[in-house]
């Protein structure tokens, strides 16, 4: 909620960065603060023992975790065959035109980046019923409530795959270049991204890359800041923010674990967007994931 208000604050644009600076340090520490003591109430009243507690509690200790069996077999594979269904219904030859295509915008509203091997269709919930209902499903939308005190969901099919995906709109196999494969930090406050397994994800197959804590790390938090600078049009003297240097992925390599999130048909993985991480190359198979944009 914090950055929604925050974003229509357009004055900032018109301050000397001196004084901007420790204006928005002090958002983001008051961010952190209400953050900190909203899911201490929530833990207080459902137990870090139930599934909602625990899978709130590791996400605030580790930046990410993985609520498991979240949709049974069978409600997942009607999700997917759902999204497969919208695949068909786009247009393959303009799809086709180009290696990478950013930003297809579609007469239904849907939009489309598609890449060698790798696609994401966007908006789902705004143009289909069916995905609406999966977008207005009650845990998720507590979680997303309690953790950024916002709820406007937004989902996106992303598949991958190695050639095996026999489909007019995706001709090629994956490359090694992938979309959100640089490593990165999306946001300086606490929000929340989720991904539905719709197949299992596994070592081969392009798991999400994060560093445990990282949103915690001293290195990271100048990056936050510098998000924040940005956003506002303040130069930065190329210190990194959304996207990671050098630096700091060798700090992160030092002072953090790298984790692969693998996990099972059905599972839900949620994410912290103050946590650095990025999408890791697919080595054979497919990989096919509802995002739930929170």
Partial sequence: MISRIVNKMSFFKKLPKAIVKPIFKVLILFDEVFWKFRIAIFLLFVGKASKLGSTMYQLKENGYAIFENYYNDNYINKIKQNCIKILDELPAKELNKNNYVPNLVLPSGLRVEKLDGSIKIKGLNQIDSFFKEISNNFRINIISAIYQLTRKPFLMYNLVHDGTFKHPAMGNSVGEKMIAGQAHVDMQFHELRCALALDNIDEDNGPTIVFRQSMKKKQIKKNHLNIFLNQFGFDTNNESGHNLNK?????????????????????????????????SILKKGQRHILWHYC
């Fill in 247 to 279: 630096d700091d992925l060798q700090y992160l390599e030092e002072n953090s674990q790298k984790v692969k999130i693998t996990c099972k048909k059905g599972d839900l993985i949620l994410l912290d967007l103050k946590s650095a991480h990025y999408q």
